[in-house]
């Protein structure tokens, strides 16, 4: 198999032109070129009256081998070997595993050790995720919060409702590569394992989700859902197991020497508990900050100029930061074209917000969080659990300003850089339900939030034109775009307690579906390929 990169090719290209243009390219007859496939595509819109795709094309050629070789040798071409990456189990429990939480750390954790003859037990304080979908459908239309299964709660994590992104900024590993591939056995679409900026929807997760637990679960692996684990068994600083509160109310011990917390970013009493039990934490930076809301159809003549709304193209997205002389930065994040803001609470009383797209990305709107970092120097006080106060403060006011019945406060980004209050929409409809407030989002930040947005939003404007527009809507609050904690681990991805694991998003050591998965692989499985390491 060889790869060729750097193929631009226009938007309407098939893979037989494709296949045409990897001929010209490397002045292989096409009678050499057995087969082609997408091994990688992006788009290049930098531009705007030529916007096109880039691939990189993997081809199984036929013929002699050193004249193919020597003809590209010269070429932008390289070979490939797909060999199977084998790792070995890291773990060695002598009794059945246990993973707090199923998000994707958890899912694969629990993916990892059942294909491992290992029987994991998945413990998951929200339900599984068809029930918890009602849950949310309930919370958006009528403002009922089950606060047990949420957006953030329940089988699949808080990114299964999301725009189910796949980019990471974490290093190359091999197993990234396992990730996309048990996903698409999942159901998610192929195109996840080329695209340069891949997605899956929300829609499609659902299905992804529970076909993971499908997976586990016909290996020997077990769920157990509205099984809250509220307690450590601990015996010279060993773990013995957890305590878990199911959906009755009654108290069970699982014994294990083996626990792995998979926690969400949001498992604020959990965090609590550990604290409570002596487990090493500390603060973290993470952000604060708005979702704001444009036109899709703007965003894409910005993005795409005269190519805006090709079909080939789908909806456009953005990302953005700045870079400020006082130490502050401000930056886009976890954009969701086409899609809609979402209510995200997972605590009574309080507003948080999130993003969502489904896999077809065509709803009116494109949204995106727009926020501000935030270091313990801005949490008021030392305690290891001080950001998750800091966080829980923003959200109780924003309930408080959104009218104390779970409606958002919003303002208009024109009114919102003029310093003055909003009383009505433009023409950009909020898509959050059950319900906005338009207001003065001042009230809610703290004075170097209000200004850092402010400045912001003016700047990035310049790089992406109609940012700045006057009725965009800015909507509050968002908080949860990481854990405001990282819990202590060593080499051997151990706790200050022997045998608890903690890893994932909501421990501090991941930021998304893909980093969130691969966490979980880590912590079950060696790194390397065993069988280039020499191990039988």
Known sequence: MIRVNNIKANLDIDLEGLKEIVSMKTGLDPEYIKNIRIAKKSIDARNKTNVCFVYSIDMEVRGDEDYILSILAWKDCELVKNEPFT??????????????????????AGLALAKMGMKPILLER?????????????????????????????????????DGKLMTGIKKTPFMRKVLQELTEAGAPEEILYLAKPHIGTDKLVTVVANIRKKITSLGGEYRFEHQVTDLIIKDNKIQGVKVKKADGEIEEIASDCVILALGHSARDTFQMLYERGIQIEQKPFSIGVRIEHRQTMINQSQYGRYANHPALGAADYKLAVHYPDGRSAYTFCMCPGGQVVAAASEENTVVTNGMSEFARDKENANAALLVGVTPEDFGGKHPLQGMYFQQQLEHKAFELGGKNYHAPIQLVGDFLQSRPSHKLGDVAPSYTPGVTPTDLSLL???????????????????????????????????????????YRDENFESNIKGLFPCGEGAGYAGGIISSAVDGLKICLQEEDTKKAGVK
């Open 445 to 487: 930040f703290p004075e170097y939030i209000t200004a850092t947005l402010a400045k912001a939003i003016v700047d990035m404007d310049k790089k992406l034109h109609g940012f700045a527009d006057d009725n965009a809507i800015m909507t509050g609050v968002e908080t949860r775009s990481s854990s405001p904690i990282r819990i």
């Open 126 to 162: 929200g339900k599984e995720v068809s029930r918890r979908q009602q849950d949310i459908k309930t919370f958006w239309e009528k403002g009922k919060l089950n606060t047990n299964s949420n957006v953030q709660f329940g089988e699949g994590g808080a990114g299964t409702f999301s």
């Open 87 to 108: 790792p070995a189990l890291r773990l060695t429990p002598k009794s059945r595993p246990i993973i707090v939480g199923t998000g994707p750390a958890g899912m694969f």
